[in-house]
T-cell receptor, first 112, second 116 residues
Framework: QKEVEQDPGPLSVPEGAIVSLNCTYSNSAFQYFMWYRQYSRKGPELLMYTYSSGNKEDGRFTAQVDKSSKYISLFIRDSQPSDSATYLCAMSSGNYGQNFVFGPGTRLSVLP | ETGVTQTPRHLVMGMTNKKSLKCEQHLGHNAMYWYKQSAKKPLELMFVYNFKEQTENNSVPSRFSPECPNSSHLFLHLHTLQPEDSALYLC???????????????FGEGSWLTVV
């Protein structure tokens, strides 16, 4: 079983839709969770950073963590064509020196 | 200006060439990383440096040679590469090493490498 799993997509939605992007993981030691957005031919850009279970909102983006299910989500409200990108989840244990673990990414396409 | 700057953005090299990728971070971070990103594959961690000392070499072939002269600069020297080495090479930095509590990793724009 891979440490972090993410549906690669592509996921196509109409403009204005609510998008749900998800990752599952197997290591119960993970406590810190990140979402990155990567536009084509660019580096990943940090979108959200959350700690432990619960929700965190930032504008149109909401990150949700359910540690009991080892499941994290990123919701995008009122999706825009400019949201078309690959979304990577990442997580860490909080232990100094242990590496971040990244999901393979989900490609999202928001159609005008 | 982004916090992590990579040059060149694009590089085409022959299998017998020697070239280098350069990374500079302006964030005052102590840890720097090289990642490889190939099509439809997750990010692959290659090298990690902390306070300019290498802390991890993730079984990377010797045709990739990193250099970290100080905490702000990181190089990846390339020689006798193979076509399968064509990929996006991403430099990243973080305040602390790895997944420490509260630590986040910031990426540069990447260097697109094509080996012909």
């Amino acid at each position: 079983q891979k440490e972090v799993e993410q549906d690669p997509g592509p996921l196509s939605v109409p403009e204005g839709a609510i998008v749900s992007l998800n990752c599952t993981y197997s290591n119960s030691a993970f406590q810190y969770f990140m979402w990155y957005r990567q536009y084509s031919r660019k580096g990943p850009e940090l979108l959200m950073y959350t700690y432990s279970s619960g929700n965190k909102e930032d504008g149109r983006f909401t990150a949700q963590v359910d540690k009991s299910s080892k499941y994290i989500s990123l919701f995008i409200r009122d999706s825009q064509p400019s949201d078309s990108a690959t979304y990577l989840c990442a997580m860490s244990s909080g232990n100094y020196g242990q590496n971040f673990v990244f999901g393979p990414g989900t490609r999202l396409s928001v159609l005008p | 200006e982004t916090g992590v700057t990579q040059t060149p953005r694009h590089l085409v090299m022959g299998m017998t060439n020697k070239k280098s990728l350069k990374c500079e971070q302006h964030l005052g971070h102590n840890a720097m990383y090289w990642y490889k990103q190939s099509a439809k594959k997750p990010l692959e961690l290659m090298f990690v440096y902390n306070f300019k000392e290498q802390t991890e070499n993730n079984s990377v072939p010797s045709r990739f040679s990193p250099e970290c002269p100080n905490s702000s600069h990181l190089f990846l020297h390339l020689h006798t590469l193979q076509p399968e080495d064509s990929a996006l090479y991403l430099c990243a930095s973080s305040q602390l090493l790895g997944g420490a509590a509260g630590n986040t990793i910031y990426f540069g724009e990447g260097s697109w490498l094509t080996v012909v």
